[in-house]
């Protein structure tokens, strides 16, 4: 009962809902870098919403599954083939044992998730199954998958077909809206430099990652009171470095931080980030923290609402 | 202590408790106090709490936890904590962290000196001498941020940063001094080596120190550099003060 790794892809990594309680010690809180698509594999196969799954990175993995299973692929889209035919996304996958699963061409997005209807045998560290690949703990030994490696699978099961319809195939652009909130040490930058700041389209550059999503476009101007004393650093920060252009911590950002945050993304649309690949565009759109609120209800809700629909397969 | 305070959105899933004072022994043990008090009440929906220098991150989720009722509650225990000296749940230890400070460790050892003014071994005397104290932890799993480097020790940190600092490197970077973690790039001068590890993942212990707590460095030769055992980490009561 295992899968085998015949290809690895770029980045392909164990990953659930990540921890709490540990962002204290500098453990980020890790976990899916886009949890909605995430949760969304999980549901189809009527597993707990942050049951562990295969994270695949831009380039993905080809896999030969040793046992009978459901398997379910959400996420980035990518040209997919089961034994060399071509299979969908964002349903059930019924797998036989001695079947293998290829990802071809990835055609929208960044990182899709292969959620399994069983369980991977390996450790939680920090009550976390979530591979930190900078800190290298977690997941298949704190790294990153690779070539050869097996992976057990318990209490492997079947499920009924499923299909995810409508707003639940998600579709990713090229060029998102991130809405944010007023940054904590936006009184750092004057009236000149947030404006620019909303008003140019900025580039995501190559030397993006899990620990943070780095900018391109006209640097900003920052202000005299540039010294920040160094705090608490959340996910979707904006920071602006000395050279002007922003970073956006993400999910294995560093816990503490000391760059004037002139925004921050908010919850509901963080899983975008994930979804960014080098060369995206994106713009910075404000709102209120109350508008923000509102807006992660709802798109909870669409979870929740999915959740009841798709009720779980364990008796 | 006498201490203004605000409570500020960071972000529109954490609240943070900025504290009008500068960083001091004081006010990291009122910060910390804090975070065992506001852990304390169990509220739903408060997660991951992050102190530091001046300030106390307070995370929490939207969807079951209401921005203005936790803020306010926030407040009210803020107040009611500043009424009374700060009550902590630990005794603070002394951690004795051995550093190697040979050459083949200690590549900018020579830009230290010539910034400063002092030999290198001046440089690992007042290095040893003081008693650090762990404001809090972050940056990278395990990475302390330490208090009391000696003024004379300052010296900024370097233009372009360096891509691979290894693990357990001991730097100086502005008036700061630490020990990197993990493999990572860093900017600061590195003058020495531990080989102490500061996050153990798989251990019992994953950390080597906790807020408050006091770090000194003592050097030692390659031998005992080589032959260190984590076990052997000497971690003693700090007396507390007559």
Redesign the interface.
């Known amino acids: 009962m295992t899968m085998r790794i015949i290809r690895a892809g770029l980045q392909t990594s164990v990953q659930d809902l990540g921890r709490s309680g540990s962002m204290r010690y500098g453990v980020p809180r890790g976990g899916a870098a886009d949890p909605v698509a995430m949760q969304l594999a999980n549901l189809l196969l009527g597993n707990p919403p942050g049951n562990p799954v295969l994270e695949v990175t831009l380039d993905g993995p080809s896999i030969e599954f040793q046992c009978d299973i459901s398997i379910a692929i959400v996420g980035a889209q990518f040209d997919l083939a089961l034994n060399g035919e071509p299979v969908e996304c964002d349903r059930v996958l019924q797998i036989e044992s001695g079947d293998r699963l290829t990802f071809g061409r990835l055609l929208s997005g960044a990182r899709a998730y292969i959620a399994l209807a069983g369980q991977m045998k390996l450790p939680a560290i920090f009550g976390s199954h979530s591979t930190s690949i900078i800190a290298g703990f977690g997941g298949l030994c704190g790294r990153a998958i690779e070539k050869g490696d097996a992976i057990e699978i318990l209490e492997a099961r079947t499920v009924d077909h499923r299909r995810l319809e409508g707003e639940y195939r998600l579709r990713y652009t090229r060029h998102p809206q991130l809405r944010v909130v007023t940054g904590a040490e936006e009184n750092h930058f004057g009236r000149e430099a947030i404006d620019h700041f909303y008003s140019q389209t900025y580039q995501v550059t190559a030397q993006s990652n899990r620990m943070g999503i780095r900018l391109a476009g006209d640097a900003l101007r920052r202000g005299n009171q540039s010294q920040v004393v160094s705090s608490g650093l959340c996910p979707g920060t904006v920071q602006i470095p000395p050279d002007g252009r922003p970073i956006i911590s993400f999910i294995e950002g560093q816990t503490i931080g000391g760059y004037p945050r002139i925004a921050h993304v908010i919850s509901a649309d963080l899983h975008l980030l994930g979804q960014l690949q080098a060369n995206d565009r994106l713009d910075f759109t404000p709102v209120s923290v109350a508008q923000a609120h509102k807006i992660l209800e709802v798109k909870s809700g669409l979870l929740e609402r999915l959740m009841a629909e798709f009720p779980g397969n364990d008796n | 202590m006498k201490s203004s305070f605000a409570i500020?959105?960071?972000?529109?899933?954490?609240l943070?408790i900025?504290f009008d004072a500068s960083?001091s022994l004081e006010l990291s043990e009122r910060i910390i106090a804090l975070?065992q008090a506001v852990e304390a009440q169990r509220w739903e929906g408060v997660?991951?709490?992050?102190?530091?220098?001046?300030?106390?991150?307070v995370?929490y989720n939207?969807?079951n936890c209401n921005?203005s009722d936790l803020t306010n509650r926030l407040e009210s225990l803020t107040r009611q904590q500043l009424r009374q000296p700060p009550k902590l749940d630990r005794k603070p230890r002394l951690i004795r962290v051995p550093v190697c400070y040979d050459a083949e460790f200690a590549p900018d050892m020579r830009e230290v000196s010539e910034h400063t003014g002092l030999s290198a071994e001046q440089i690992i005397a007042r290095h040893c001498a003081p008693d650090y104290l762990v404001h809090?932890?972050?940056?990278?799993?395990?990475?302390l941020?330490l208090g009391g480097l000696d003024p004379q020790l300052h010296c900024p940190r370097k233009a372009t940063p360096e891509l691979r600092v290894p693990a357990g490197a001991v730097g100086i970077g502005g008036s700061q001094t630490g020990i990197y973690?993990?493999v990572t790039p860093g900017g600061w001068q590195i003058i020495g080596r531990t080989p102490v590890q500061l996050?153990r993942?798989?251990s019992e212990t994953?950390?080597i120190a906790e807020p408050l707590d006091k770090i000194e460095f003592f050097p030692v030769d390659r031998d005992a550099f080589e032959c260190f055992q984590q076990d052997s980490l000497e971690i003693t009561p700090l007396e507390s003060a007559p």
Do not use: E, H, K
């Not at chain 2, 997660?47 to 991150?57: E, F, K, V, W």
């Open positions: 500020v959105a960071n972000g529109d899933s954490a943070d900025r960083p975070a997660g991951d709490l992050i102190p530091a220098y001046q300030c106390l991150t995370c939207p969807l921005n809090m932890l972050g940056f990278t799993p395990g990475f941020y973690p993990q996050f993942p798989q994953p950390f």
